[in-house]
């Protein structure tokens, strides 16, 4: 598989930023033949008719539906019943998760730009020559004090606490059925729920460590949380006196090299793909569950189908509904759903 050579911004606080940053086009290299664009701000207007159909349709659905489970095959071949029970027996022993925004929803954690919100409020002040500035690197040498507000209020472990769905990747580790969680977020709440970073890809990077956005010199990430927390400013280097800023991902920068290094044998060895409350519109990440091998079962947690499941592959289930409704009944069919609200209980005990 070619390496990844070129960046995927980060995305928000998590990837639905996406949805309401409309980010100007961004170009990377998924592979050495292949290209691929994503269009904004007019991105919705350019999508294809198929999607544009697909996204009508399950906008619809949802606004008047109760959560439902689809099977892709009228014989059922593949049921949320029959990953429990594969799960349960040791018959399924490596899954992969592919998680997005739709994991943090039941933390609390506000979208960007809605009116109102917290996020949208702090930064309006500042004037942003476009939202998504907040995330560029050459915005951030001019003004720091956008992001560093941000970084305030969602710091890992700070403000907002891991969901059900967070807990339930602990769960899998502690069970030795987690392959690796790839997430597409920032909000660091796998970490905080216990999650071995051994286990984690996170694809825009975490607050976890820090460094000089102009030599690249490590900094202390206690340091630097300390000076943006508490003094509300960005510290600087103490080799070059350039600004530091936590290891996130911004536009013009590469992502992470443990995304490419790690990819290509957790796709081909994985028993399960677990799709959770992502849009799978931002590449690399969203490619990941179309790497899986074709006997590979693929399990859809979302409140829409999307990406390559809207085909309905044999091997593919989806629950149609929100990320922690999706695992409590999954541990509910395994008979695991104690030990999930346990963990549950002891996280938010232990992050308090």
Same mark, same amino acid.
């Given at each position: ?35 691929? *664009?994503? =269009?904004?701000? @007019?991105?919705? #207007?350019?999508?294809?008719? +198929?999607?544009?159909? %697909?996204?009508?349709?399950? /906008? ?6 109760? *959560?439902? =489970?689809?099977? @892709?095959?009228? #014989?059922?071949?593949?049921? +949320?019943?029959?990953? %429990?029970?594969?799960?349960? /027996? ?263």
């Amino acid at each position: 598989m070619g390496r990844f050579s070129a960046l995927v911004a980060s995305t928000t606080l998590v990837d639905a930023v996406y949805s309401f940053l409309a980010p100007r086009t961004l170009n990377f290299t998924a592979s050495p033949s292949r290209h691929v *664009s994503i =269009l904004s701000p @007019s991105f919705t #207007s350019q999508l294809s008719p +198929l999607c544009r159909s %697909a996204r009508q349709s399950q /906008s619809s659905k949802i606004q008047t539906r109760t *959560s439902r =489970l689809h099977s @892709s095959t009228s #014989s059922r071949d593949v049921t +949320l019943e029959s990953i %429990a029970d594969s799960l349960k /027996s040791g018959r399924i022993h490596r899954v992969l998760v592919v998680a997005g925004a739709g994991v943090s929803c039941s933390a609390g954690i506000p979208d960007f730009r809605s009116p109102g919100s917290g996020l949208y409020d702090n930064l309006h002040k500042f004037n942003l020559p476009y939202p998504e500035a907040i995330f560029d690197v050459d915005f951030y040498v001019q003004d720091p004090k956008p992001f560093v507000t941000l970084a305030k209020e969602i710091w890992p472990g700070v403000k907002y606490r891991p969901t059900l769905t967070h807990c339930f990747f602990k769960l899998l580790e502690e069970k030795g059925l987690l392959k690796r969680v790839y997430t597409q977020n920032i909000d660091g709440l796998e970490a905080v729920a216990g999650v071995n970073p051994d286990k984690l890809v996170e694809c825009h990077g975490h607050f976890r460590s820090a460094s000089c956005i102009a030599c690249q010199t490590r900094y202390d990430a206690n340091a630097c949380k300390s000076s943006m927390l508490e003094k509300g400013e960005a510290p600087s280097c103490n080799t070059c006196e350039g600004l530091i800023k936590p290891d996130i991902v911004f536009f013009g920068e590469v992502m992470p090299n443990r995304f490419s290094q790690l990819v290509h044998d957790d796709v081909a060895s994985t028993d399960l793909v677990i799709v959770m409350g992502t849009s799978l519109l931002v590449a690399p990440v969203a490619n990941v569950p179309d790497w899986a091998p074709s006997s590979c079962t693929r399990l859809l947690i979302n409140r829409e189908i999307v990406g390559s499941f809207r085909l309905q592959k044999s091997n593919d289930v989806i629950f149609e509904g929100d990320c922690d409704e999706g695992v409590r009944k999954l541990c509910q069919l395994a008979g695991w759903e104690d030990e999930l609200d346990e963990m549950f209980r002891d996280c938010h005990t232990s992050v308090t």
